[in-house]
């Protein structure tokens, strides 16, 4: 099989699993964990300085050949979304920037225009921009003509596990859209990510399901081989289910 | 002087803002910060000199979904 | 992480995925599929000789290390189950036996009792007998008692692709039983196979699924991703759903 | 539309809810939701005599005209099973018994096969059977043989409230017995009867989501009305599902 | 039970089903499904009189006590759906407008953003705005901010059949939004209606399931029945699952 | 006399089934009596003696799904 | 003299917006018009004549969910 | 003479069961033989001599799920 390349705007990807840096136990579990499961793209928040606590960098614990992808969680409208954009590439994180605005503190659901309007600004700064957003087609397509690189539609409310109750919606986009499609948010098992990739998403986003696991490592390893398992069985195309049963011995007796 | 800084009134030396950085036993590395709403590149710290009501935003990245 | 190892009667598995002969294409495909997904054992049934089309030896396709699993299938009663098995080892094949006892040929579902009266009679001869049935925890206790080596309760028709139809019923085995539990029949997808390990069953066996996919190899492989993917999310402990969200970023806002 | 009669060996039902009398708070809401829901068939149990406290009579708050369905709870095996019914045949009750024959005590799963061999007893002597068993199409058919007037498959364990979890056995009894299909035990919301009854099921008996809600009396109605506008939607025929949508108003644009 | 109402702006209703005129094999049906399911509000569309085939008035075939509910399809932006709105309004039709925006002719997925648009023009003249859109909280909330008197929030695609696949996105709605919440749109059976009404729903919109049924008179009654079933179950309070059984019989043995 | 009635033993005199069945102060509508092992009809409890060792249960409906 | 009906052009003799309508066979009820892009009352139909270039709506109610 | 292979009548020359075997161009390995409803070991087939009307059954492997 030719190699299987993932394109998100000048970025190439062999791995199709994302992960976050989000309630490790651990910051050192970061890189084991990245080690073990192989993801080529990981995201950061960016916070004020904590002068309290001296926090280390969470830079460190992230091998240079992982592509970092900030996101701008805290941002409650499109003005903060672009305003940490802007001091993320500052920072020398690159151009990639995940755009998270949230304004319901229960559900965490990302408000959809809020983040098209960011979409908008930061691709015309020359950002790769992924947004994160409820699935919906025609917002889906707006993000196309803003110059989105991907879209990240929610599988269920950040790290519920809850898996992939939005399922119907995403297979639209999937179907629908000519930028990636990565299921980002809700994912709690590797069945639920594999099924996402199954049905044609170009890669899933996954933090809190690996790090709350009981061993964030082992689990980060499972996550990486259920979406490769996914993909795989996408790309050998599975056969449709069948009512009834179809014989995989030969139907006849055995003496007959 | 006093200068404003993550949000809280601070009492500092005139110095430049990578000295600044400095005294409140940062490392530059990973680091951002906007001087009076501006993002300022690190290699121009040095020549940046605190002001009087100057305003200072020091931000660094953590650990996030 | 200590080796995992699946033992059933005197037998040890390191890969939890099991697979079959059934309906390849070309018979050529199957050491290419087992190579790629290291399965370690595959089914195979009997027949009379064909003398009309001189069929090759399916046995000849299946690499030496790989273990036989001979089935029942084409027995219609508890006899002729426990007259193929006495056949199947006087072949050379080992002791192991999957019992398949099939009266219904629209779904193909086995005889629950016959198959308990096969295996109580295999037993006690000495064969490693892992029953195919409905899955029936009454049933799956008195399988044990009879000297089953493991219960292989389906979860959909057989070559239905439907998937895990009866998975609570399976999860009560899985916690109830002593013995492993293989799920077997009706797996239509990685996705599928890997929730039945999540949920704790030992072993997946796929057949239809693999051979019948556009790509059977490449499919093969995914499966045993799927599988592995399942056991070490299983054994590294996913964290439970939670109705509403929780943060994977600080919830704070931006600069406060 | 003609009068939709269900005729369950000599008997005969207008309304396709049954109710059991288990776990009410008080007996004096047997009756009323019995009048709200119109149920003409309820379960009763047998048991010793308490002479320390002075139960009440149970039949006392079943109004004549609704027919008694005694259950064999408590039967551990077939022997057992057979003397309950006979008892219950004894105080006059009728011929009716819903066989019930548990052993496990976690799950109360039924025993399939005692069940069948307490059927084939009781049919010989002219009761008419309704055995609760785990949904097993090989089984039911052994149960027509053996002379049952109904199949009773479990959707969930009793009293779980689970729902149909067993839809897609059931849905097979439903398409392959000539006797009727009566989903019992596990359904714990008026959806899920009205879906056994979209599908195709003959009736459904509901106890534990009736009487342990917080108002029997009215969740008595709900259900009721569920059933019948389950049953009414199958005789009625519902479309298929379509994968893209088909528009309900005119596709045209408002001025073309 | 005191008398459980709905108001929707200054309109009551008593029957949670509401209706549409699509897609009837008959116009003569449709005052039949009304008298069959009692449904007090039903939908129209509205456009060019077509000279070629002397088509009759719709509102000929609904009874003067039924409310109408003019929608706007056909609108392509927020202009169109305003402009229909107020035409509708001026044919003497209410105030009340359901305001479609589709722009995806394969899905029929409405445009969230401008049915936002098009809420706030026509709330500030004074219509009773029933907006029909993807399940979005924040756009839910700005809705209700812009007045809209209800939020009409999609199962489906339009005529899939495919029941609530937004179920977790709409449990969201009904557990934040303080106006009604009408499920519309995508609902196939009267268990999923009913299913709908048990999480909370305020009332549901069918209309390909009732008008494409082979018996939409039927058809309609059954619908009618399973919305007031799931209504009851909402408020009669269903107990939550359990994993393992709870007895609905005593525990003890028939003898002990 | 000593007999068995609902596996416990009891004392009781010399009685008719259904006199002693009124001594428990039980209705005899709705209870079901096994007489040593046999089901005895209701019309008959009155022609039966109980006698020393007698084995008896007496059984009723109750709740059950 | 001509006039644009529902997007086509029309030959009509100068008339009444109402005896317009009934010239096309429709029956007033549960149609509405927009007149040159205004809606017009239909008690005002009988006072508004048709001028050349007029542009018509003409609307009716149909089945939609 | 008159044999019984496979549910088939069929007519052989005196033989033992290997040379049977190899007669109907079959290699043994893998085939599994009942000879007269007994199943026969692959090392005494040279030592097995056809009667007439035995009853051969040939079995092989084949694929199966």
Redesign the interface.
């Known amino acids: 099989?030719v190699e299987d390349k993932l394109s998100i705007g000048n970025y190439t990807f062999t791995n199709r699993l994302f992960t976050?840096?989000?309630?490790?136990a651990s910051?050192s579990l970061i890189p084991e964990m990245l080690n073990a499961c192989g993801s080529q793209m990981i995201?950061?928040?960016?916070?004020?300085?904590d002068?309290a606590s001296?926090?280390e960098?969470?830079?460190?614990y992230i091998p240079k050949e992982v592509t970092l992808l900030?996101?701008?969680?805290?941002?409650?409208n499109e003005h903060?979304a672009v305003?940490?954009a802007?001091?993320?590439r500052?920072?020398g994180?690159g151009d990639l920037i995940k755009i998270?605005v949230i304004?319901?503190?229960?559900?965490?659901?990302?408000?959809?225009?809020a983040t098209?309007l960011a979409t908008e600004i930061l691709a015309k700064e020359g950002f790769t921009v992924l947004p994160y957003v409820?699935p919906?087609?025609?917002?889906a397509r707006r993000l196309e003509e803003a110059g989105a690189a991907a879209v990240m539609p929610l599988g269920?409310?950040?790290?519920?596990?809850?898996?992939l109750?939005?399922?119907?919606?995403i297979e639209?986009l999937i179907e629908?859209c000519q930028i990636p499609i990565i299921v980002d948010?809700g994912i709690?098992?590797?069945?639920?990510a594999?099924?996402a990739m199954?049905m044609g998403a170009d890669a899933v986003?996954v933090?809190?399901?690996i790090?709350?696991?009981?061993?964030?490592v082992?689990?980060g390893?499972?996550?990486s081989?259920?979406v490769?398992?996914?993909r795989?069985?996408y790309?050998?195309?599975?056969?449709?289910?069948?009512?009834?049963?179809?014989?995989?011995?030969?139907?006849?007796?055995?003496?007959? | 002087m006093k200068i404003n800084v993550?949000?809280k009134a601070e009492e500092t030396a005139p110095c430049s803002l990578l000295d600044f950085i400095h005294q409140?036993?940062?490392?530059p590395?990973?680091?951002?910060v906007?001087h009076n709403h501006n993002?300022v590149?690190r290699k121009t710290w040095q020549d940046i000199q605190l002001q009087e009501n100057d305003n200072l935003?020091?931000?660094?990245?953590?650990?996030?979904?």
Chains 1, 3, 4, 5 share one sequence.
């Open positions: 099989m976050g840096t989000g309630k490790f910051k995201t950061v928040a960016l916070r004020r300085v002068f001296k926090t960098n969470i830079l460190d900030p996101n701008t969680s805290g941002a409650r903060e305003r940490i802007r001091i993320a500052e920072a994180c998270e304004t319901d503190m229960k559900y965490l659901l990302p408000d959809n225009h098209l409820s919906d087609l025609p917002l269920a409310p950040i790290g519920s596990n809850r898996g109750e939005t399922k119907a919606m639209i629908n948010a709690g098992k590797p069945s639920q594999s099924a199954e986003l933090n809190t399901a790090s709350s696991a009981e061993d964030p082992t689990m390893r499972a996550f081989l259920a490769e398992a996914g795989m069985a790309l050998a195309k599975m056969r449709e289910e069948t009512k009834t049963a179809v014989a995989s011995s030969p139907l006849t007796g055995f003496l007959s | 993550n949000g409140k036993g940062l490392s590395e990973g680091i951002v906007e993002i590149k935003e020091l931000l660094s990245f953590v650990g996030g979904g």
